[in-house]
Nanobody, 124 residues
Framework: QAPVIESGGGLVQAGGSLRLSCAASGRTFSMYNMGWFRQAPGKVREFVAA????????YYADSVKGRFTISRDGAKNTLYLQMNSLKPEDTAVYYCAADRSSWVNCRADLYEYWGQGTQVTVSS
C-alpha cells in the first residue's frame, strides 16, 4: 500500500473548483515537507505546490499561483490542495509526495514517498 493516498480528483468544467486530499497511510508525516506534483499525458511530472513541515511556508508554481492553495492538517495527518479557477491545461494526474529534507524542494526526484495519484480532468 502506498504511504500516502490521494483523493478528490474528478471531472470539472473550466472555471470550477476541486479540493484534493492526501492522507498518510501507516506512518505520520508531521516532520516532512509535503508537495503536490502533476503529470499530463506525454509530459514530465511537474511541481505544483509545496508546504513546509510546520505549515508556515508555502511555494507554488507560477502556473497555479493565485488559483491553488496548499495546506496541511497535522491533527488529521492530511495534506490538501484547493484548486480554483481551473483551466483545461490543469488536466493531469496529481500526486502527493513527502520529503524529509531540511528545506522545501520543488524537484520531484528529491521526494521520498509518493502516492498513486488522482486524475483531474478540466473540460473546456
Amino acid at each position: 500500500q502506498a504511504p500516502v493516498i490521494e483523493s478528490g480528483g474528478g471531472l470539472v468544467q473550466a472555471g470550477g473548483s476541486l479540493r484534493l486530499s492526501c492522507a498518510a497511510s501507516g506512518r505520520t508525516f508531521s516532520m516532512y515537507n509535503m508537495g503536490w506534483f502533476r503529470q499530463a499525458p506525454g509530459k514530465v511530472r511537474e511541481f505544483v505546490a509545496a508546504v513546509s513541515w510546520s505549515g508556515e511556508s508555502t511555494y507554488y508554481a507560477d502556473s497555479v499561483k493565485g488559483r491553488f492553495t496548499i495546506s496541511r492538517d497535522g491533527a488529521k495527518n492530511t495534506l490538501y490542495l484547493q484548486m480554483n479557477s481551473l483551466k483545461p491545461e490543469d488536466t493531469a494526474v496529481y500526486y502527493c509526495a513527502a520529503d524529509r529534507s531540511s528545506w522545501v524542494n520543488c524537484r520531484a526526484d528529491l521526494y521520498e514517498y509518493w502516492g498513486q495519484g488522482t486524475q483531474v480532468t478540466v473540460s473546456s
